[in-house]
C-alpha cells in the first residue's frame, strides 16, 4: 500500500475520495440496471457493471497520467483543444445523436464533445484570466476577450443540452468573480441572463405546440410543467408515472437504515435509473448514509481542492484548480437537487458515480489536472525555499485586495 502511494502525486486524500467515489459507483451501477439488463441482455447485469468498470479504469489510468504532467502544460494546450471544439461541437449539433452525441459505428461506442469543450473551456479561461490580469477591470481589454469564447460555447451547446450550457455558464461566472473580473461586469452579465431566461419562458409557454417541436423546446416546456406541477399539487395526487414522482418515491422508501444493497424498487420504473436519478437509487438502498455520505464526499473533495487553491504557487493554477473542482461539486449538486425535486429533470449526471463513458474520463483527467497544480505547486515552493535558505527574511507586505496570488502563469 506505502508503494503505491508513493507513486501517486498531489493531495493524497483526492485519490482517496475518487476511489470511494468509483466503488460505490461500479455497485450503484451494477443494482440499478436491472431492468435494462432484461430488456437488452436477458437479465445480465454483469455486462453493464463491467463495461462501467472499463471505463473507471480507463478514466483512473488517464487521471494518473494527467497528474504526472506540469500543469502549465495545459496553459498551452487550452487554446488547440478550444479552437478544435468549435468545429466538433458545431458537427456535432447538425449531425450528432439527439445533437449531443457522435456515434461510433461497429465498436457501439458513443462521445459527448459538450464534456470535452467545457474542460478546454475552464482551462482556457483560467489562462486569460492569468494573463489579463493588469486590464481585468477593462470590459474592452479585460472582460469581453474572456466572456467571449464562453458565449459562442454555450450557444453552441444549449439548442441541444441546456443543462450542460447552464452548468458550464455558472462555472466561468464564479471563475471571473475568482479571477477579479470587475463585478459591475459580472452583475451586468447576470442581470442580462436573468432577462433572457425570463423572456425564453413567457415565449416558450405562449408557442403553439406546433412550434414547439422544432429543436428541444418542447422538451423544456415539458419539464418546466412537471417542475411546477410537483410543486403546486400534492403528494397524493401526484402522477406516479413521472420520473421525478418515481424518484422521490425512492428516497422516501430510503428512510432511516435503506432497503438494502440491491433491494430498490424503483429502479425498475425509472428508466435512467443508472444515470441521471442513480443518486435516489443509493438513498433508497442505504437511507440517511447514502443521503449524507454521498454528499460528503463531494463537499470534503471541494474542501481540499480549496487547501490545493490556497497553497497553489501560481495565479493560472490556482484558477485552474478551484474551477475544475466547482464545475464537478456543482454539476453533483444539480444532479442530488433533481433528485429531490429542487430543480427540473436537467439530464445532468452524478459526476464518477452514474453510468457514462465520456463523462467519467473528463471527470477522471480533470481531477488529474487539479493533481497536477498541488503536486508541481509543491515542488515550485520547495525549490524556491531551497534557493533562499541562505538569504534573509524579508519584510511582510499586505496582500489584502487580492483574492488571489498574481504571478507567472
Not at 126 to 147: C, E, N, W, Y
Not at 199 to 217: C, E, G, W, Y
Request: proline share 3%.
Amino acid at each position: 500500500m506505502d508503494s503505491i502511494f508513493s507513486k501517486l502525486k498531489g493531495d493524497k486524500t483526492i485519490w482517496i475520495v475518487v476511489a470511494i467515489l468509483a466503488m460505490i459507483s461500479v455497485v450503484a451501477v451494477y443494482t440499478s440496471t436491472k431492468a435494462l439488463a432484461f430488456k437488452y441482455t436477458g437479465g445480465n447485469t454483469e455486462i453493464y457493471a463491467l463495461r462501467h468498470a472499463f471505463f473507471l479504469i480507463i478514466g483512473l489510468g488517464l487521471m494518473y497520467i494527467a497528474h504526472l504532467a506540469d500543469y502549465n502544460y495545459y496553459s498551452k494546450i487550452a487554446q488547440i483543444l478550444l479552437i478544435a471544439c468549435i468545429p466538433l461541437l458545431l458537427l456535432t449539433g447538425i449531425l450528432g445523436r439527439d445533437g449531443r452525441w457522435i456515434d461510433f459505428p461497429f465498436i457501439n461506442l458513443s462521445f459527448q464533445p459538450s464534456e470535452l469543450a467545457k474542460l478546454a473551456l475552464i482551462m482556457y479561461l483560467a489562462r486569460m484570466l492569468t494573463l489579463k490580469q493588469k486590464t481585468i477591470k477593462s470590459f474592452k481589454d479585460g472582460f469581453f476577450p474572456v466572456f467571449g469564447p464562453v458565449f459562442l460555447v454555450c450557444f453552441l451547446i444549449f439548442p441541444s443540452d441546456l443543462s450542460t450550457a447552464v452548468l458550464i455558464f455558472i462555472t466561468c461566472l464564479i471563475m471571473m468573480f475568482i479571477g477579479r473580473v470587475h463585478f459591475k461586469h459580472i452583475l451586468s452579465l447576470i442581470t442580462l441572463t436573468v432577462v433572457t431566461a425570463a423572456l425564453t419562458i413567457s415565449t416558450l409557454f405562449s408557442l403553439s405546440d406546433d412550434a414547439l417541436k422544432t429543436a428541444r423546446l418542447e422538451t423544456w416546456k415539458h419539464r418546466l410543467t412537471l417542475f411546477w406541477d410537483d410543486w403546486t399539487t400534492s403528494y397524493y395526487d401526484m402522477d406516479i408515472t413521472k420520473h421525478a414522482t418515481q424518484a422521490r418515491i425512492a428516497i422516501a422508501n430510503g428512510s432511516l437504515t435503506g432497503l438494502g444493497p440491491g433491494k430498490s424498487r424503483q429502479k425498475n420504473f425509472l428508466p435512467e435509473a443508472y444515470a441521471d436519478y442513480i443518486y435516489s437509487i443509493i438513498v433508497e438502498e442505504y437511507g440517511v448514509f447514502g443521503v449524507f455520505g454521498i454528499l460528503f464526499l463531494y463537499l470534503f473533495f471541494l474542501y481540499r481542492c480549496v487547501l490545493i487553491f490556497e497553497r497553489s504557487a501560481g495565479t493560472f493554477g490556482a484558477l485552474l484548480a478551484i474551477s475544475l473542482a466547482i464545475s464537478i461539486v456543482t454539476q453533483a449538486m444539480m444532479n442530488m437537487m433533481v433528485n429531490v425535486g429542487l430543480l427540473p429533470v436537467t439530464g445532468v449526471t452524478l459526476p464518477l458515480v452514474s453510468r457514462g463513458g465520456t463523462s467519467i474520463i473528463m471527470t477522471c483527467i480533470s481531477i488529474g489536472v487539479i493533481l497536477s497544480v498541488d503536486h508541481y505547486s509543491s515542488l515550485k515552493k520547495k525549490g524556491r525555499k531551497k534557493k533562499t535558505k541562505a538569504l534573509p527574511t524579508p519584510a511582510k507586505t499586505s496582500t489584502r485586495g487580492n483574492p488571489i496570488k498574481l504571478g507567472k502563469i
